[in-house]
């Protein structure tokens, strides 16, 4: 099937109306109501066929306890980590998962009650960080560095997993040389040719702003630490990273610290996105630190974006993302989530670094509705591509509850998007990571997927180009996972990479 441009439906209802906005996801309390199991079995029942060239090991991490002390969080950012993996060893795949044992999770257990504020939930005598930020559940994503499996949050360093075990070793801070408040993201990005790392993280000082990038070797070895100047303390959630340069979306969501530190309020509260102000792509160096542009891109808003790469000239830069038309994080609170998101839609800006100028805008005609979590082949990583995944939302523009029920498979070549449409009362879940063929440039993609109708979890497995057709395989778990939210694939190595796809 073609995706087309989502229409308008039922729009919510205006103030003193007694309607009741329908349900788009019936059920869909129930996928943060169940308690995390931490186990691990081979799966024998695999329904289909997996692909031949499954080698590797695909790790999915998201929150998962949303409970303590008969006290329940009330956003889907709160819930303490748990990492998942599925290791392809040949015969039946391994499915380990386990909860990332943080300060915050073994000190509330210890306690019997939850002791730290959180990102969308605040209570009477909980605690901050040493005083001025939240501690991290580890919750967003889990990304190799090294020799090391890291599970990230949005707050602090990471933390280290043993990558068969999945047991947590402990906080990294990449041989001391970062201490635990060093600002530090969830989105890591590698170069799939140097293997060098890089991260970001912001420092919400409201006198002195800073966006903090971090330069690592392909060890893990921290190599250069740049500070650059923000005018206000910006919530930034992602970055992209081409050949030469790191890409940030500075979008006008900025945070007021003093709100979070003195008056008690959860982060989601003092954060205040300025609807109408100009968003700002900023290009930096990647080798010097050094920001090259900044270019007025609008006035969006984009919590993810897709990928940024480099004419062959070098005179131009692409920047490839997810626009919405403000925030979306209003739109996790349990149990009511996305009752009234707007629209995303990806957008493909070429800039002029050299002028600081945006060149050219087009948005992806393909899809526009509710997407999120877009995902390209990672040996392409930071060069010219045309195809790329994402998770999506078909009752987008319709009033009420709803959730991510829709694979998608983009290619801007022919502005085309076909989508998989999964069963009534079933929930997409996870990055759909891209899992590359080491023989050629084919893959598969793998997401999660939450019946809550059965309360069944499973793995879906695609032909990455043949999406709307279904699932190769099915791989049926023994009981229900929470949805998650980044993952990634830690494969064998390949001596070939991808060709570029030409533009």
Request: aromatic fraction near 10%; glycine fraction near 10%; include cysteine.
């Amino acid at each position: 099937m073609t995706a087309q441009p989502l229409t308008a439906g039922a729009k919510a209802p205006g103030p003193g109306s007694a309607t009741v906005p329908a349900d788009h996801a019936p059920l869909l309390e129930t996928a943060f109501s169940l308690p995390p199991v931490e186990e691990s079995y081979r799966i024998h029942e695999v329904e289909g066929e997996l692909p031949a060239f499954l080698r590797g090991t695909y790790y999915l991490a998201g929150p998962a306890v949303f409970e303590r002390g008969g006290r329940r969080y009330e956003h889907w950012l709160d819930g303490d980590g748990l990492v998942t993996a599925l290791a392809f060893e040949g015969g039946a795949p391994r499915f380990t998962s386990r909860l990332v044992r943080t300060r915050k999770l073994v000190a509330e257990e210890a306690a019997g009650r939850p002791l730290y504020r959180c990102f969308g939930t605040a209570f009477e005598g909980d605690r901050l960080k040493l005083g001025v930020g939240l501690e991290s559940p580890a919750n967003i994503s889990v990304y190799p560095a090294g020799e090391a499996l890291l599970a990230f949050g949005e707050q602090g360093l990471p933390w280290r997993l043993d990558p068969a075990t999945l047991e947590t070793l402990g906080e990294h801070d990449f041989g001391r040389r970062l201490n635990p408040l060093s600002p530090f993201s969830a989105h890591p990005k590698r170069d799939p040719e140097s293997g060098e790392l890089y991260n970001f993280g912001i420092s919400f000082s409201p006198r002195r702003p800073r966006l903090h990038l971090y330069r690592f070797s392909p060890a893990g070895e921290l190599l250069d630490r740049w500070r650059l100047a923000l005018e206000r303390p910006l919530s930034v959630h992602d970055f992209a990273l081409s050949r030469r340069f790191a890409v940030f979306h500075l979008g006008p969501y900025v945070l007021d610290t003093r709100g979070l530190v003195e008056d008690g309020r959860p982060l989601l509260d003092c954060l205040a996105w300025q609807a109408g102000e100009q968003s700002v792509l900023l290009v930096v160096d990647r080798q010097s630190g050094e920001p090259v542009a900044r270019v007025p891109c609008g006035a969006g808003y984009c919590l993810h974006l897709i990928e940024a790469f480099e004419s062959e000239d070098g005179e131009r830069l692409t920047v490839d993302l997810l626009e919405l038309d403000r925030p979306v994080y209003d739109q996790y609170r349990l149990p009511e989530l996305f009752s009234e998101v707007s629209a995303a839609q990806p957008v493909r800006l070429v800039v002029d670094p050299a002028a600081a100028s945006l060149v050219e805008r087009t948005p992806f005609p393909g899809w526009r509705g509710m997407c999120d979590f877009p995902a390209v082949d990672p040996r392409l990583a930071g060069r010219p591509y045309r195809e790329f995944w994402m998770l999506g939302v078909a009752a987008s523009e319709l009033a009420g509850r709803k959730f991510f029920d829709r694979l998608i498979h983009a290619d801007w070549r022919t502005g085309r998007a076909t989508a998989w449409a999964a069963p009534e009362s079933c929930y997409l879940g996870g990055e759909p990571v891209f899992l590359p063929d080491p023989a050629g440039d084919a893959g598969a993609v793998i997401c999660q997927q939450f019946d809550a109708a059965r309360r069944r979890s499973s793995f879906l497995i695609f032909d990455a180009r043949r999406v709307a057709a279904g699932p190769l395989a099915v791989l049926p778990l023994r009981r229900p996972e929470r949805l998650g939210f980044h993952a990634c694939w830690v494969g064998q190595p390949s001596r070939r990479s991808a060709r570029s796809s030409s533009m």
